[in-house]
Structure formats: C-alpha cells, structure tokens
C-alpha cells in the first residue's frame, strides 16, 4: 500500500486556476472530500484532484450564491 500526497485544484471556465489546496497525505482507500468554493463568484468550476503525480477525479460543479 503506498502513502501519496494529494491535492485539489480548481479552475473557472476559462481553464484558470482559482484555488490549489494541499489535502496532505493519504493512504490507500475511499477518501470523501466536501467543496467549500470560499470566495469565488457564482459560475461553472471544474474541480480537480491529483495523487501523487497522477490525476485522481475530476468533476464539474455548479456554483449559485
């Protein structure tokens, strides 16, 4: 079982980023994550996550404040 760092990223529909966070180490198994978007506008995101040096997920979200 490997050990890898993880990280999320957020990028707006131009392909910019907007936000990197650190999630620190994780182990092997399910792994639940909650998307707080913090201060962006509301719009269209595309939420990416990223193990090690490999993408893990990524999902399209929906922001309406």
């Given amino acids: ?6 990280a999320l ?3 707006d529909v131009a392909g ?3 936000r990197r966070q ?3 180490v994780l182990g092997p198994g399910p792994v ?3 998307w707080t978007p913090g201060r962006v506008a509301s719009g269209v995101y595309h939420v990416r996550l ?3 040096s ?3 997920a990524a999902r399209r979200l929906i ?3």
């Avoid at 079982?1 to 993880?6: M, N, S, T, V, Y």
């Fill in 1 to 6: 079982a490997r050990i890898l760092e993880a």
């Fill in 9 to 11: 990223r957020d990028f």
């Fill in 16 to 18: 910019r980023v907007v």
């Fill in 22 to 24: 650190g999630l620190g």
């Fill in 32 to 34: 639940s994550l909650v």
């Fill in 50 to 52: 990223k193990v090690g």
């Fill in 54 to 56: 490999r993408p893990a």
């Fill in 63 to 65: 922001l309406i404040r």
